[in-house]
């Protein structure tokens, strides 16, 4: 049985012509079905005939994720628990901005191998890769969800900032990001897209970069390659000052920039003494940084700390004192756990608690 989100247009295409004997236009009205009216039974497509439509019943299935939970944030953001074909869990929240508008935090595989300490997805370890279906499915789930609720905020933005690193699954993501872009499908134009990295490969990001499918976000979070060692020790295979100078090489559009995420962890890279080799750092980089204060998960396990508000301003002082915007993010869904792998991780607890 054939997973019919996982193919892109053309395998669509292909799959309808040589595998059902079918005209190729039906491609066009079936993915309009999948991708944009949401449909999730073969017998809903209603301009198909009903042959096409009990061949396509044989030979292939829609399978979106299972809701496992939902948790709303008193700040709004929306995570969801969700439960894939083959048992595996995978988070994906929702972040509410101005007007209405959300952006959806995705994720790409199921765990990490990047172990960065800091990160609650990282502890989990690796379980698998994410499939497109799995991954635009998480999508699919989200805009059911907001049908339903009496705002109707807009899905605006993706970010692919969930669980897992995009550059370890480049292949899935670049068909997912191909997928978002198709004109009568999901809608995302690569503006509205960002793709997240630590820093994993450059050939990864040389395609991500000459696709032009999506804006590129770097998780720097050191302005040394000792310290990145320290506290992200897979991502800092890649010696820092070769990752800084293939993102110097970037393809950048016109007015385009790259966006550092710089995650503040009281008393290990929150000095001034770090934000002087974070400017020497970036300096001919096009970039942006986005400071983002550390949220304890309240663990006695977690070895850091949230910085003090003194230091934050600190930091954040002396990069505009050097001319580098930098905008000082906090962390949404403290209460509902929503940084990266939280839930997910919550969940084991609670299971393995359970046993
Ligand atoms: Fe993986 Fe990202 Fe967590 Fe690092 S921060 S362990 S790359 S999910």
Same mark, same amino acid.
């Given at each position: 049985m054939v997973d019919i989100l996982n193919l892109t247009f053309e395998e669509l295409e292909k799959f309808l012509v040589?595998?059902?004997?079918?005209?190729? !236009?039906r491609a066009r009205q079936i993915w309009q079905w999948l991708?944009?009216?949401? @449909?999730?039974? !073969?017998?809903?497509?209603?301009?198909?005939s009903k042959q096409t439509r009990a061949l396509l019943k044989e030979r292939a299935h829609i399978t979106w994720p299972e809701m496992v939970k939902t948790q709303v944030s008193q700040d709004g953001t929306t995570k969801f628990l969700l439960r894939l074909a083959d048992g595996a869990l995978i988070e994906t929240v929702l972040i509410p901005g101005s007007q209405g508008r959300l952006t959806q935090c995705l994720s790409c595989q199921v765990g990490c191998a990047m172990g960065c300490t800091f990160c609650a997805t990282g502890t989990l370890g690796f379980e698998r890769n994410m499939t497109m279906s799995e991954i635009l499915g998480q999508v699919l789930v989200a805009r059911e969800y907001l049908n339903? @609720?009496?705002?109707?905020?807009i899905l605006r933005n993706l970010v692919f900032?969930?669980?897992?690193?995009p550059l370890l699954n480049l292949n899935e993501v670049m068909r997912s990001l191909q997928t978002l872009n198709s004109d009568f499908g999901l809608l995302f134009s690569p503006r509205r897209i960002t793709v997240s990295t630590c820093g994993v490969n450059p050939e990864g990001l040389r395609e991500l970069g000459e696709s032009g499918l999506a804006f590129l976000a770097v *998780?720097?979070?050191?302005?040394?390659q000792e310290l990145r060692a320290q506290i992200m020790p897979k991502a800092a295979r890649w010696e820092l000052g070769d990752f800084i100078d293939a993102l110097r090489n970037y393809p950048l559009k016109t007015r385009e920039r790259i966006t550092f995420e710089y995650l503040l962890l009281g008393d290990v890279n929150d000095s001034l003494e770090h934000a002087k080799q974070l400017v020497r750092l970036l300096a001919q980089t096009k970039g942006k940084l986005n400071l983002i204060v550390y949220n304890p998960s309240?663990?006695? *396990?977690?070895p850091y700390k949230a910085p003090t508000e003194e230091r934050i301003l600190a930091f954040e002082k002396y990069l505009w004192s050097k001319n580098i915007t930098a905008i000082i993010r906090k962390s949404k869904g403290a209460d509902i756990k929503a940084a990266c792998g939280q839930l997910k991780a919550a969940e084991k607890t609670e299971a393995e608690g359970a046993e």
């Open positions: 040589h595998e059902l004997g079918e005209k190729k !236009f991708w944009n009216k949401y @449909v999730r039974d !073969f017998d809903q497509m209603t301009n198909v339903d @609720v009496a705002e109707r905020p900032m969930g669980m897992g690193e *998780s720097l979070h050191a302005p040394t309240g663990d006695e *396990s977690d």
